[in-house]
C-alpha cells in the first residue's frame, strides 16, 4: 500500500494566487476560490459598517476595521493552513498585531468580530459549520447579515444567538462601548 502525502497549503502558496487577482481562502486544508460574484446591496451594507465603525474604532482607538478581503489563518500555522477564511467585515482589537507583523501576510489569529453577508446560495449548514469554527477559533463575536430580510443574528461564545430587525438596536457594548447601532442604519441605500 501506497501513503499519498499531500502537501501543506502555506501562506506563501496563497500570496502567489492573491498575484493572480483571485480570491482564495483554505478550507480543511485545501485551496478554495472564494466567491466574488457579490450584488450592490452586499457591498453597500459593508460600506455601511464600514462608515459607522471606522470613526468610532479611530476615535475611541479600540483596534483596527478591515472591508471585504482580510484573510485570517485560524486553524493551522502560516505553513501548514487548515482554515483561513475572509470575512466580509472584521473588527481586530488594538495590541492583538505582533511588533513584527508583515502587513502583506495574513494573520495567525481569529478576528474578535467577523461579519458575513449572507447572499442568495449560501446554506444555512455552511454557515452553522462556520461560525462555529469561527468561535472556536477565539473570534469573539460573529454577526450573519441576511440581506433579504434586513436582519442581523449576533453570535458569541458565551450567550445565545441575538436576531435583530428593522427598529431594534444591536447590542454592541462588549466590542464598541458607547456606540449606538441601529440595524437599519446597516440598509440605507441613500
Avoid at 462555529?132 to 477559533?137: F, I, Q, V
Avoid at 454577526?143 to 435583530?164: C, E, F, G, M
Wanted: glycine share 6%.
Amino acid at each position: 500500500m501506497v501513503d499519498q502525502v499531500r502537501a501543506s497549503v502555506t501562506q506563501a502558496d496563497l500570496q502567489k494566487l492573491d498575484a493572480e487577482d483571485k480570491w482564495f481562502e483554505v478550507v480543511d486544508g485545501e485551496i478554495i476560490e472564494s466567491e466574488r460574484d457579490v450584488i450592490w446591496f452586499h457591498l453597500l451594507i459593508i460600506q455601511n459598517l464600514y462608515d459607522i465603525l471606522k470613526p468610532f474604532v479611530r476615535d475611541n482607538k479600540l483596534g483596527r476595521v478591515f472591508m471585504d478581503g482580510a484573510r485570517y489563518v485560524i486553524e493551522g500555522t502560516l505553513d501548514n493552513i487548515q482554515w483561513a477564511p475572509r470575512p466580509d467585515f472584521s473588527f481586530v482589537r488594538n495590541g492583538r498585531f505582533p511588533d513584527n507583523f508583515e502587513w502583506e501576510g495574513d494573520v495567525a489569529f481569529a478576528p474578535d468580530l467577523a461579519v458575513e453577508v449572507i447572499s442568495l446560495g449560501q446554506s444555512n449548514p455552511e454557515m452553522l459549520n462556520k461560525i462555529s469554527r469561527y468561535l472556536n477559533g477565539g473570534c469573539e463575536e460573529i454577526w450573519l447579515i441576511y440581506s433579504a430580510r434586513k436582519t442581523v443574528v449576533q453570535y458569541s461564545l458565551d450567550d445565545a444567538p441575538s436576531i435583530y430587525q428593522s427598529g431594534d438596536t444591536i447590542d454592541v457594548a462588549a466590542l464598541f462601548p458607547g456606540l449606538t447601532l441601529k440595524v437599519d442604519d446597516l440598509f440605507v441605500t441613500a
